[in-house]
């Protein structure tokens, strides 16, 4: 069409659209870098550095501006007009932009990029371990490697997107002696008391140090503060957040879904305050669940509206504090580091926290741990660990303890642990192990604990006796008869007889009685047909007496209802997975018959079964600790 006859048919101000080019491409220079695909979503940092997660189904002029900005739009892939001017003659003009065609380079670019993996690549504030081996401080507004800053963006594979910010490290290196640790740590010394004067607050500072390195460590302990009212748990508390300011988020009330919305991808601290023990103590169980989550660096998934998921990466380290802990099983137990607190001294209080020193302490120590890096994961926590396992530690106490002594140490001190050092704290580290030890019963033990505990009352005369003492009368360990007066179910000398007078006592009436007793439960003891299939600890002789418990049984679901053992309503336990972990235990290959029908079984040496009940006592730990190195 000519000038002419298109003028003719545009009338002052009328437009003309304009088709853009084909195959858009996103240039060089656009301020939003494409990330990749994941589904239906596009991930990019838009313009000043922020992580968006893009649904495909949800485009538009307004998204673009959120990931863009608008110069750019307008500059790379405007919208064009046709007008006629007052003299007559045709202008193109810029009149907006093409979101779609912006949405369409994007896609290209987040597609020739391939999966995005957001939970692996992704990296929020706090240290993390980068490709190479070295350590990356995400800052929160920039990232600083080997001390120096640089911008926020793609590091090889890893996404540091904008978040709000964290105190910087210092600017300089940071010398040991007589530098900022030492004299934090003789501060806190000072002016709290600790059930452990020495260790304690190297533990406190240690976790200082796991809290700033929490993303690059190999395991991340959690930390408890117990002691009675006036303590000053809350003062300390509040002291470490003021040295490390938002490297630690202080709270006195959070929910676990407010825990894991606040820390999300963060790999930093938050402390708990006033975690008393309530009732079912559900909110401290909350916190030990994170613990176990956070410990080894982990990603939990919880589900949302519209079947949509949201994951919550675990790398943060929680400090709790509370007048009475709730109990942990020795699981938990070995992942925490619990700092008991004793009561102040006599004399005018010197509230620390209130010090304007020591907002200025917090970066010294972060440029300490950052510098200092490469020496505590190749140096400083392998030594600190081959020390504990020498005492006598497993690998998980090793780990806690050593990660946490380590952080320290590399703050204090310019040289790696040595036999020396260990024996500076050696009574203190060794009440330690013998505490833990104490927790770590098997599970195969605590679950006979809760079978024999469990009281009944058979014959419905208001006369309860658990299913141990019936255990030790069908083993004939019980009183030698029913008209000897002895109102007790056994006899306390009757409890270390030999075997073979046991067996002798069995085949009376009140033992049998005992054994009709325990089958009504799918308890049952027989004599071994056969040598055991098992060489070594807990195997048996043929003739050796047996006690078999039912994998399917109504009276077992009851007593173990509302344990990790548990059952269905049908009866079908989850109880014998955790007897087959006792010395010997093997399933039997024929069922056997009880009162309420036929049953597999598990079944095991009878003195296994009641080590702790009858015979010497030191036989049950003999048998845990059996259990304990297999």
Not at 72 to 83: A, E, G, H, I, T
Not at 304 to 309: F, I, L, S
Not at 410 to 428: C, I, K, Q, S, V
Request: glycine residues 10%; charged residues 25%.
């Amino acid at each position: 069409m000519s000038d002419r006859s298109e003028r003719k048919r545009l009338t002052l101000g009328a437009t003309v659209d304009v088709e853009p080019t084909p195959t858009p491409v996103l240039p060089d220079d656009c301020p939003t870098v494409p990330l990749g695909i994941f589904g239906q979503y596009l991930y990019c940092l838009d313009a000043i550095g922020q992580l968006h997660k893009l649904d495909t189904d949800r485009l538009g002029a307004k998204r673009s501006i959120l990931v863009c900005t608008v110069e750019w739009l307008y500059d790379n892939f405007p919208r064009l007009k046709k007008v006629a001017k007052r003299d007559g003659t045709l202008e193109w003009i810029v009149v907006g932009w093409h979101p779609e065609r912006f949405f369409e380079a994007l896609n290209t670019a987040c597609r020739n990029l391939g999966l995005f993996i957001e939970d692996q690549r992704v990296r929020g504030r706090g240290a993390h371990r980068g490709e190479d081996g070295n350590v990356i401080f995400h800052l929160g507004n920039q990232i600083s490697i080997f001390g120096k800053l640089q911008p926020l963006g793609v590091r090889g594979r890893l996404v540091f997107p904008l978040r709000p910010p964290l105190p910087a490290p210092f600017h300089a290196p940071v010398i040991a002696l007589g530098g900022p640790a030492e004299k934090l740590l003789h501060r806190v010394a000072d002016s709290w008391v600790f059930g452990r004067p020495a260790l304690d607050p190297l533990l406190l500072i240690g976790m200082l140090g796991v809290v700033v390195l929490a993303g690059a460590l190999p395991v991340r302990p959690g930390c408890a503060l117990t002691g009675e009212r006036g303590t000053g748990k809350s003062e300390l508390m509040k002291l470490l957040v003021r040295v490390m300011g938002d490297w630690l988020i202080y709270s006195t009330d959070a929910t676990e879904a407010g825990i894991r919305q606040k820390l999300g991808d963060d790999a930093i601290g938050m402390m708990l305050d006033e975690q008393e023990s309530h009732g079912d103590n559900s909110m401290f169980t909350r916190v030990q669940h994170y613990w176990r989550s956070s410990y080894s660096g982990g990603t939990t998934h919880r589900g949302g509206q519209n079947h949509v998921g949201s994951e919550f990466k675990a790398n943060s380290v929680l400090i709790a504090a509370a007048i009475n802990l709730p109990a942990m099983d020795s699981a938990d137990r070995s992942r925490c580091i619990i700092i008991e607190m004793k009561p102040l001294l006599p004399g005018p209080k010197i509230r620390l926290v209130h010090d304007a020193i020591w907002p200025t302490v917090g970066p010294l120590l972060v440029r300490r741990l950052q510098d200092h890096y490469p020496r505590l994961i190749a140096e400083i926590i392998p030594a600190w660990r081959a020390l504990l396992m020498s005492a006598g530690w497993d690998d998980r106490g090793a780990d806690t303890y050593g990660v946490c002594l380590g952080c320290a140490w590399a703050m204090l001190y310019d040289l790696a642990p040595t036999e020396d050092d260990l024996a500076l704290h050696w009574l203190d580290l060794t009440a330690l192990l013998q505490a833990h030890k104490a927790d770590e019963v098997p599970t195969y033990r605590r679950c006979f604990n809760r079978l024999w505990g469990w009281r009944v009352d058979v014959y419905r005369r208001g006369e309860q006796r658990s299913l141990g003492e019936y255990g030790i009368e069908a083993g004939g360990w019980g009183r030698e008869s029913v008209a000897d007066g002895n109102l007790e179910p056994y006899d306390p000398a009757a409890l270390d007889r030999p075997e073979h007078v046991a067996e002798r006592e069995a085949d009376k009436l009140d033992a049998r009685e005992a054994q009709r007793v325990l089958r009504k439960y799918g308890l049952t003891i027989i004599r071994a047909k056969e040598d055991s299939p098992h060489a070594g600890l807990g195997s048996w002789k043929t003739g050796e007496r047996l006690l078999c418990i039912a994998r399917q049984s109504p009276g077992l679901a009851e007593v173990f209802r509302g344990t990790p053992w548990g059952g269905t309503e049908a009866g079908s336990g989850g109880w014998a997975q955790a007897f087959m972990r006792a010395p010997g235990a093997t399933h039997l290959a024929y069922p056997l018959r009880f009162p309420f029908g036929a049953a597999r079984v598990v079944c095991m040496r009878l003195d296994v079964a009641l080590a702790g009940l009858v015979g010497d006592p030191e036989l049950a730990h003999a048998w845990d600790g059996a259990e304990a190195h297999a």
